[in-house]
């Protein structure tokens, strides 16, 4: 009778045993230098959020906002225009006409870029892991910085121009689509010229420009971005310019064209200054056909407002040009140009057949067919030392997402198998 009684009470001791709460043990591993709670500096809250996904997604957010942006701004300020203004600069700026300065209101395409290429690089280097699993996270990290980087490339060193032809002529040049420059030139030897150019930026901004290599000093009156000219009639003011052709022009300032198919007619009035004495004000305007001289000190020299030109060490010469239509309409079938290319430096003579798909490349420039009318041909020059740069971006993205997924899939696949 008692062995069932006394089982019955150790195994309630048993569990009341089981059922008391252990004593909790001091801790020997916590550290006693700081305090839990401790800030961390400010220098590594700097770089966690340099590296931070939420800094990457606010900058891509960024740039799907300036591309809208730009696209609806086209069609105010043109394809060229709304890229400088929304791509290819630190801020965006809103001009007021009353007042002489403008407001940023958006970071631009060149300061989110470059954010999003130190957000990636110290992503990349903060999670840097030396496994092959991670080796296609990094050739995908190293196409985007590639990518983004070859767009600064491009802004910075491509170059656009044009090179108008008519048939059999030969041209050794071709001429900015936007810049635009006065051209100086001494026109005393009868063997050559010799051209100094003035570019349009610096007749924008400043008074007074020394000409190197000549004498003269020229004194900048006014610079239009945009203007009309017409011959003056005889109740008009008197004109700003007192001698040339521009004595008897009329000159009013105009807003800056927005289509790519115009370009604006820029226009100044300079007086050149020689040993300190004044040669008279002078019109300049792209507008003008012929260029003005005048002769200082038994020397002659032209003055003359055109688009940039960027010379050549070769000749190409238009031998025929065709231009071809559907027949019955006026829609376009078929442009091409017939060039002759000469380079006496290499002993390079060859013909050359320019078409609408058909490009010219040659000494790092493409030279594409263009706009063609019944006198002339134009042929656009591209000129991109970094042509190459998208390309291999693209393929180390690919490249690096095809490794990723190849390890990912490879572990399902594994963990497949063990389950």
Same mark, same amino acid.
């Given at each position: ?44 809250? !700097? /770089?966690?959020?340099?590296?931070? %996904?939420? #800094?990457? @997604? ?6 799907? $906002?300036?591309? =809208? ?67 296609? !996270? /990094?050739?995908?990290?190293?196409? %985007?910085? #590639?990518? @983004? ?6 802004? $910075?060193?491509? =170059? ?40 349009a930026s610096l007749l ?42 521009? $004595? ?169 198998r063990t389950a």
């Amino acid at each position: 009778m008692d062995k069932p009684s006394r089982q019955n009470h150790l195994d309630s001791q048993a569990a009341h045993r089981h059922k008391e709460p252990q004593q909790k043990k001091p801790d020997s591993t916590v550290s006693f230098d700081a305090a839990p709670n401790t800030p961390k500096p400010l220098l590594m809250r !700097l /770089w966690d959020a340099l590296s931070s %996904l939420q #800094l990457t @997604i606010i900058s891509l957010a960024l740039l799907m $906002a300036l591309v =809208v942006l730009c696209t609806l701004a086209q069609t105010q300020m043109g394809t060229f225009g709304a890229v400088q203004a929304y791509m290819r600069s630190f801020l965006v700026w809103w001009h007021i006409p009353s007042l002489p300065f403008g407001i940023p209101v958006f970071p631009g395409g060149v300061l989110v870029g470059l954010v999003l290429v130190l957000n990636l690089s110290a992503a990349l280097i903060k999670r840097f892991d030396t496994s092959w699993s991670k080796s296609g !996270l /990094w050739i995908t990290h190293a196409g %985007l910085i #590639l990518l @983004i980087a070859g767009e600064f490339f491009t802004g $910075a060193f491509q =170059v656009e121009s044009l090179m108008n032809l008519e048939e059999g002529q030969t041209v050794n040049y071709t001429e900015g689509s936007r810049e635009i420059e006065l051209a100086i030139t001494n026109t005393t030897n009868p063997s050559h010229d010799q051209v100094y150019s003035v570019p349009a930026s610096l007749l924008k901004r400043s008074t007074s420009i020394d000409v190197p290599g000549t004498p003269i000093t020229l004194h900048v009156k006014r610079y239009f971005e945009n203007a009309a000219l017409a011959m003056r009639q005889p109740n008009d003011p008197p004109a700003e310019a007192t001698a040339g052709v521009g $004595a008897n022009v009329k000159i009013s300032e105009q807003p800056p064209v927005a289509s790519d198919d115009q370009m604006n007619q820029a226009s100044a009035l300079v007086e050149p200054i020689v040993k300190g004495q004044s040669q008279g004000v002078w019109l300049v305007s792209v507008g003008m056909g012929a260029p003005q001289s005048f002769v200082s000190e038994g020397q002659t020299f032209a003055l003359a407002l055109r688009p940039k030109r960027y010379f050549l060490p070769y000749t190409i010469t238009l031998k025929q040009f065709r231009h071809d239509v559907y027949p019955g309409t006026d829609i376009p079938k078929n442009f091409s140009s017939l060039v002759h290319l000469s380079n006496p430096s290499t002993g390079e003579e060859r013909d050359v057949l320019i078409s609408m798909n058909q490009p010219m490349r040659y000494q790092g420039k493409t030279y594409y067919q263009y706009q063609m009318d019944v006198k002339h041909s134009v042929l656009q020059v591209v000129q991109n030392p970094g042509w190459r740069i998208p390309y291999i971006s693209c393929t180390l993205i690919t490249l690096g997402l095809m490794i990723h997924f190849g390890f990912t899939l490879g572990r399902s696949l594994k963990r497949g198998r063990t389950a």
